[in-house]
Every structure is written in structure tokens, then in C-alpha cells.
């Protein structure tokens, strides 16, 4: 009996490991999944594929434009500016975050029909990653 029960530890703990395994892999390819989105967004001016991901307030600068604001006015904001600049192309400069996971920032450079700008976007929470801040500065 107890070598049975030892048995049943083993394979309990196994099944733990593994699907514990599994729930971080998840969560790993969901946030490759998410910033793939955001960038490939903006490689192709899409502001829908970018915006998705605003969370309810954010901070957005486009050109001359700098404010707090709600997650609809910020998308309709950077539709207007794929709108008035083309995109021809975005290369990420550089993508990190905190060592808790819980931040992360993507760098990058927008090339478009009417200049060049810089793209900053800071992004916050744990799980489920959030835009809390967005720019795009020439």
C-alpha cells in the first residue's frame, strides 16, 4: 500500500509540473503573440491592430499632440495619423521589460511617406499587458 501511495505521489506531482508547464507556456506565447500584433500594427499603419491593446486611459503623444486620454479617442487620434502618414516602414529598435514581467517597453523607428519618427510604447500588467502610454515623436 505505500509503495502505492508513493506511486500516486509521483504521478501527481508530474501532472502538476506539467500542466504548470503548460499554463507558462501559454502565457509566454500570448505576450509574443501581443506584441507581435502591436508591431506588425504598426508596420502596416493598421492603428485597430494597435489600438486593441490601449488600456482605458492613455497617456498619447502623436506630433504636437500630448494628453491623458480615454482608449477611443487615442484610437481614432492614431487612425487620423496612419491616415495622414503612410507607412512605409517600422523596425523595433528595442524591446525589454522589468525583471517582475510586469512592464514591458518597445523602441522603435517609423519610416512614412511624410517623415521619420520615433515610436515609444510603454505597456503594464502582468498577465494581460495593457498600452498605458504611446508615442510617436518626430
Same mark, same amino acid.
Given at each position: 500500500?505505500?509503495?502505492?501511495?508513493? @506511486? $500516486?505521489?509521483?504521478?501527481?506531482?508530474?501532472?502538476?509540473?506539467? %500542466?504548470? =508547464?503548460?499554463? %507558462?507556456?501559454?502565457?509566454?506565447? *500570448? #505576450? @509574443?503573440?501581443?506584441?507581435?500584433?502591436?508591431?506588425?500594427?504598426?508596420?502596416?499603419? &493598421? #492603428?485597430? #491592430?494597435? !489600438?486593441?491593446?490601449?488600456?482605458?486611459?492613455?497617456?498619447? =503623444? @502623436?506630433?504636437?499632440?500630448?494628453?491623458?486620454?480615454?482608449?477611443?479617442?487615442?484610437? !481614432?487620434?492614431? *487612425? &487620423?495619423?496612419?491616415?495622414?502618414?503612410?507607412?512605409?516602414?517600422?523596425?523595433?529598435?528595442?524591446?525589454?521589460?522589468?525583471?517582475?514581467?510586469?512592464?514591458?517597453?518597445?523602441? +522603435?523607428?517609423?519610416?512614412? /511617406? /511624410?517623415?521619420?519618427?520615433?515610436?515609444?510604447?510603454?505597456?503594464? +500588467?502582468? $498577465? /494581460?499587458?495593457?498600452?498605458?502610454?504611446?508615442?510617436?515623436?518626430?
Amino acid at each position: 500500500v505505500k509503495k502505492m501511495n508513493g @506511486i $500516486k505521489h509521483i504521478f501527481f506531482n508530474r501532472t502538476r509540473d506539467l %500542466l504548470l =508547464c503548460v499554463v %507558462l507556456t501559454f502565457v509566454s506565447i *500570448s #505576450a @509574443i503573440g501581443q506584441m507581435e500584433t502591436i508591431v506588425k500594427g504598426l508596420e502596416e499603419g &493598421q #492603428a485597430q #491592430a494597435v !489600438s486593441q491593446y490601449f488600456s482605458d486611459e492613455v497617456w498619447l =503623444c @502623436i506630433i504636437d499632440f500630448e494628453d491623458s486620454v480615454n482608449s477611443n479617442e487615442a484610437s !481614432s487620434r492614431l *487612425s &487620423q495619423f496612419f491616415n495622414n502618414y503612410k507607412v512605409i516602414e517600422f523596425n523595433q529598435l528595442h524591446n525589454g521589460g522589468s525583471s517582475s514581467h510586469e512592464h514591458e517597453v518597445v523602441i +522603435g523607428k517609423l519610416k512614412t /511617406n /511624410n517623415g521619420n519618427f520615433r515610436v515609444y510604447i510603454y505597456l503594464d +500588467g502582468e $498577465k /494581460n499587458k495593457q498600452i498605458d502610454e504611446f508615442r510617436i515623436e518626430d
